[in-house]
């Protein structure tokens, strides 16, 4: 381990004492623990990556191009050829399946637990814009109580999508003005009183979700950007979190021109050149460049060992009563 990789986890566990760290979960978090890297996805027991949803759509949908792996113009591909129930049904038939969580989302639902039994901030925020429930479902297996934001796409085209917010207990809440919400329970000013994790770009229809919400075709990201400045979507107490935080990306590409896009607004509003990390193995050249432009230091490990160190040092943590005599 580098003395570079050190540091940063000393750096991540100060802010995540304070509870001033985002993680930002893509495709890629589900790579996490696959036994090989030639071991392909497989429903029911390995989530895809993006590039392979890509593949498989393009393959059920006979893609006729060459740009396999482009998701956001596969997907449009299918939807303009087949219709959006058809590509809809794909999407539902591929996650609508009881995933294994992997070490990674393992650890996530643990982490408010072992933060709250050392005296510290519990109320973790947690991005995603996968459209599975395997974070969700490690949370319930952790006997963690979580709130649920979730981006429901409108059914008219012309309206703007709203947020659903899924409450412990099952009950769903639409979100109908994001910047004086007041169901999001705080300690004191600012820090959650339990994690809430966000999906910004919708998901699987799963109980107690009513129906499924998928932005991925090149139509859905023009009219989720169109609409939906992240910045004043979301509740202004998740605002605040995002602006005043780190963020910490695993299973990222900046190469997607509609990630970039959506975290173009998160950074123009973060206040204090807030420090930001990204967790890729062997990254593109483009990745580096993009990361190193918006100043966000990259670490070229696998996210298991990343996890796996991180563990080791979140189970000696010091109580926060030590740290203050």
């Not at 939906?228 to 995002?242: E, G, H, Y």
């Not at 206040?271 to 062997?282: D, E, F, L, T, Y």
């Not at 100043?295 to 109580?319: C, H, M, Q, W």
Request: proline share 6%.
């Amino acid at each position: 381990m580098s003395d570079e990789l050190i540091a940063h986890y000393g750096t991540l566990l100060e802010q995540l004492k304070r509870g001033r760290v985002v993680p930002f979960l893509g495709a890629g978090a589900n790579l996490c623990g696959r036994p090989t890297a030639e071991t392909r996805w497989e429903r029911g027991q390995y989530l895809p990556s993006g590039a392979e949803l890509s593949q498989h759509l393009a393959k059920r949908f006979a893609y006729p191009y060459e740009d396999k792996e482009e998701l956001a113009r596969v997907a449009e591909y299918a939807k303009v050829w087949t219709g959006p129930d058809e590509l809809q049904g794909a999407l539902r038939e591929l996650f609508d399946a009881d995933y294994p969580p992997n070490s990674l989302h393992r650890l996530l639902a643990r982490l408010p637990a072992l933060l709250r039994e050392k005296g510290y901030p519990s109320g973790l925020l947690i991005v995603t814009t996968n459209y599975d429930d395997v974070l969700e479902r490690a949370f319930r297996d952790a006997e963690e109580e979580f709130d649920l934001l979730i981006y429901m796409t409108p059914l008219d085209r012309w309206k703007p999508g709203q947020l659903l917010h899924v409450l412990p207990d099952g009950r769903t809440i639409r979100i109908e003005t994001a910047n004086d919400y007041p169901d999001l329970p705080l300690v004191g000013l600012k820090d959650f009183v339990r994690p809430v994790v966000m999906k910004i770009h919708g998901a699987i229809g799963r109980a107690p979700l009513e129906r499924d919400s998928f932005v991925i075709t090149e139509d859905d990201y023009i009219e989720y950007l169109a609409h939906s400045d992240i910045s004043n979507l979301v509740p202004a107490t998740v605002r605040t979190r995002l602006t005043e935080s780190n963020l910490l990306f695993l299973g990222y590409s900046l190469r997607d021109w509609n990630l970039r896009a959506i975290l173009y607004h998160i950074w123009e509003s973060q206040r204090g050149g807030r420090r930001s990390w990204a967790v890729q193995r062997n990254p593109h050249d483009l990745d580096e460049a993009a990361w190193q432009e918006r100043g966000v230091k990259i670490f070229n490990v696998s996210l298991e060992d990343y996890v796996s160190g991180l563990a080791e040092r979140l189970a000696v943590l010091t109580p926060a009563e030590s740290e203050a005599l």
